[in-house]
T-cell receptor, first 110, second 113 residues
Framework: GQNIDQPTEMTATEGAIVQINCTYQTSGFNGLFWYQQHAGEAPTFLSYNVLDGLEEKGRFSSFLSRSKGYSYLLLKELQMKDSASYLCAVTRQAGTALIFGKGTTLSVSS | ETGVTQTPRHLVMGMTNKKSLKCEQHLGHNAMYWYKQSAKKPLELMFVYNFKEQTENNSVPSRFSPECPNSSHLFLHLHTLQPEDSALYLC????????????FGPGTRLTVT
């Protein structure tokens, strides 16, 4: 079966660093995605990892270990606007649907 | 704005109604997707179309009927829905041969009464 796990909720303060973990077990792997979803809005693409290692994009970085079935999203210099749900998703083959985890709701306080 | 539009944004329908959801992408993509997002549940795939051909149907009940007339447009026809079908319906698009990230429309919030 397909299984993607991530914590349900996390809290952090402005200016801090937070790491959101994701573990996955899927039949086939063609990449792992992170999306951000604010309440009532559509998910927006943050990052894509298909090879092991760290991808950095401004304040956000994403890491992948294929052998461990593990990824994390690192958010630095947190801002209030980073309060959102962060979705981890895996695609098994090119051009196929994403399999999503339940999402991690991050609350950033001042 | 992601380049994917959906109409209507909100829809309330009775169990005996027939309605359609529309999605249009302006990104030159050739794969389109319907997802369902219910409270407290992960985003759930419904259908995938590659180059206008349906390639995945995630055991969706026949009261949901997709249509993809071309690579830019996707419809979801609804009839005799149940209250448990109330959810946010999201359309997405991507390139079949990469880059693989999917871009989502704003969704249609559907309420079945």
């Amino acid at each position: 079966g397909q299984n993607i796990d991530q914590p349900t909720e996390m809290t952090a303060t402005e200016g801090a660093i937070v790491q959101i973990n994701c573990t996955y077990q899927t039949s086939g792997f063609n990449g792992l995605f992170w999306y951000q979803q604010h309440a009532g809005e559509a998910p927006t693409f943050l990052s894509y990892n298909v090879l092991d290692g760290l991808e950095e994009k401004g304040r956000f970085s994403s890491f992948l270990s294929r052998s461990k079935g593990y990824s994390y999203l690192l958010l630095k210099e947190l801002q209030m606007k980073d309060s959102a749900s962060y979705l981890c998703a895996v695609t098994r083959q090119a051009g196929t649907a994403l399999i999503f985890g339940k999402g991690t709701t991050l609350s950033v306080s001042s | 704005e992601t380049g994917v539009t959906q109409t209507p944004r909100h829809l309330v329908m009775g169990m005996t109604n027939k309605k359609s959801l529309k999605c249009e992408q302006h990104l030159g993509h050739n794969a389109m997707y319907w997802y369902k997002q219910s409270a407290k549940k992960p985003l759930e795939l419904m259908f995938v179309y590659n180059f206008k051909e349906q390639t995945e149907n995630n055991s969706v009940p026949s009261r949901f009927s997709p249509e993809c007339p071309n690579s830019s447009h996707l419809f979801l026809h609804l009839h005799t829905l149940q209250p448990e079908d109330s959810a946010l319906y999201l359309c997405a698009s991507s390139q079949v041969r990469g880059p693989y990230e999917q871009y989502f429309g704003p969704g249609t919030r559907l309420t079945v009464t």
